[in-house]
């Protein structure tokens, strides 16, 4: 059948995105590739600045200390977060590994992920502390 | 208990309206009256011009998909009592252009459901005298939760992406093909990919996740759409660095 | 069916899989760089490392083939995101060839400053 000409089309509003709690938390979700973007940015400064020489690399730490840049980073913190925690959520959905004929479970999927995450970041502390 | 309670229904009678209105009713309520027997009361009982879709009312047939109190569930699953004191504020199914009352128009779905080939492809079939195609258990876990599909549309009513772009695909025609990807029985996964892959087929979904929340027998075609992706991605970079040797 | 049939190329598998390894890139090894960098030493909860040690660190080969990828690769991730974000948020899909270009046209060129910045450090 064809839709009949009468038949009403509900307009979606401009905010559909906050109407609802998953929606929202979708949005908020998807934004956190904005801080994402915005500490690439940043570790570039601080590449650039490394670069440049230990004065260049002192003003570079002052400028990060700045109650402003500290709490854009706080925030940022927040939001890539939530982006590791949402992503590794959505892994085990999308990855799908057969071992030996059976299907590796969900749960070790996830687990994979947080041990690699543990051992990235161990590493990354370890060449940056040392 | 509490006997009765207050149903807001959606009306859309487009000869005399240019949009719907809310309309009140009071219906009795027992502990286990579903939405769909308040409105089967209404319209035996106080007005008989009410227009909805029902049949096995019990979860299976896939007709009583509808909005209510916001959230898109199925008529006959879902019980009065856990919305007292009321009112219970049911609409159409969203994202479907509504005809009448809480009855919209699927003929985008129906178009769009042949067109991933829900059917088992192979090159070529058994003759029936050499007896079934033999499927192992694990083997048939692969797909099984994508067979469950009752074709409802919960979940196109729940995607935000459907909201926006009524071009995308959509959940459940992706579940369904998945659900023919992973038969072992099937050979058609190429054939379908035309049209899983294209940029309106899972590439425009976002993950929001809401079909899977929506749908009421557990397909979760969020997790298919995302493991086609994955598939078909794979795939791409396969013929691409390989053109001959991929198939 | 023939399965050799002339395909109309989408990038968006392309696309889609480099979203994810940023996405994957990002989750790994952002959050203990956000910590450290962005937290702990600014606020002084841990103390900054010298000069000497990061200019090490930064002019290993290896590192700067690393963090290239992550930044890259992030960079793309974001953009992918932003787009879609951008046209369902505002709902201005029928931009998308313009807000496409833009968006990983953005990825593309903060990478090649990416590259030149830890080229030269």
């Known amino acids: 059948m064809t839709t009949p000409v009468r038949a009403y089309r509900h307009p979606i509003p401009r905010t559909w995105w906050a109407r609802r709690r998953s929606y929202r938390l979708f949005m908020l979700r998807e934004i956190s590739c904005v801080f994402v973007a915005w500490f690439v940015v940043y570790v570039l400064l601080l590449v650039h600045a490394i670069g440049s020489g230990s004065d260049s690399y002192d003003q570079f730490l ?6 402003l840049v500290v709490a854009l980073n706080v925030v940022t913190l927040i939001f890539i977060l939530l982006h590791a925690v949402t992503w590794f959520g959505s892994a085990p959905r999308a990855i799908v590994v057969h071992l030996r004929g059976r299907r590796v479970p969900e749960s070790a999927v996830l687990a994979g992920h947080y041990a690699a995450w543990l051992v990235v970041s161990a590493i990354v502390a370890w060449l940056v502390l040392s | 208990m509490v006997d009765r309670i207050v149903m807001e229904v959606s009306r859309y009678r487009p000869e005399v309206e240019t949009e719907p209105v809310l309309e009140a009713f009071e219906v009795p309520l027992t502990r286990e009256w579903a939405v769909l027997d308040g409105l089967n009361y209404i319209k035996d009982q106080l007005d008989g011009t009410l227009s909805f879709r029902w049949s096995c009312r019990m979860g299976i047939c896939g007709s009583c998909g509808m909005t209510i109190n916001g959230d898109p569930k199925l008529g006959c699953a879902t019980f009065l009592v856990d919305y007292l004191p009321g009112p219970v504020r049911v609409e159409p199914m969203r994202n479907f252009p509504v005809i009448r009352d809480l009855v919209v128009d699927l003929s985008d779905f129906m178009a769009k459901l042949p067109t991933v080939k829900p059917w088992i492809i192979r090159e070529d079939e058994l003759p029936v005298g050499d007896g079934e195609y033999l499927q192992t258990p694990a083997e048939m876990d692969e797909y099984q939760k994508f067979s469950m599909c009752i074709n409802c549309m919960l979940c196109y009513s729940a995607c935000p992406v459907y909201a926006l772009d009524p071009g995308f695909l959509g959940p459940a025609a992706i579940a369904l093909g998945q659900r023919y990807n992973l038969d072992s029985r099937d ?3 190429a054939d379908r990919r035309d049209v899983l892959a ?48 991929a198939r | 069916m023939s399965a050799t049939a002339p395909r109309r190329r989408s990038p ?5 899989l480099l979203f994810s390894a940023g996405g994957m890139a990002a989750a790994l090894v952002l959050p203990v760089l956000v910590l450290l960098f962005g937290v ?3 606020l002084g909860l841990l103390d900054a490392p010298d000069y000497a040690h990061l200019l090490a660190v930064v002019g290993n080969p290896l590192t700067k083939l690393v963090l290239f990828g992550v930044c890259a690769l992030a960079l793309i991730h974001w953009a992918h995101r932003f787009r879609f974000t951008l046209e369902h948020g505002l709902q201005v899909g029928r931009f998308d060839r313009v807000i496409s270009v833009c968006c990983y046209g953005a990825a593309v060129v903060v990478s090649a400053v990416a590259a030149w910045v830890l080229l030269s450090a």
């Open chain 1, 62 to 67: 002052d400028f990060s200390a700045n109650p």
């Open chain 2, 187 to 189: 050979e058609g996964a």
């Open chain 2, 198 to 245: 294209a940029p309106e087929g899972a590439w425009a979904c976002t993950l929001v996740g809401e079909c899977t929340t929506a749908c009421p027998k557990g397909v979760d075609p969020a997790g298919a759409i995302q493991r086609y992706k994955l598939t078909a991605a794979t795939q791409s970079v396969k013929e691409l660095l390989f053109p001959r040797g």
């Open chain 3, 12 to 16: 968006e598998p392309y696309l889609w």
């Open chain 3, 40 to 42: 702990a030493f600014p």
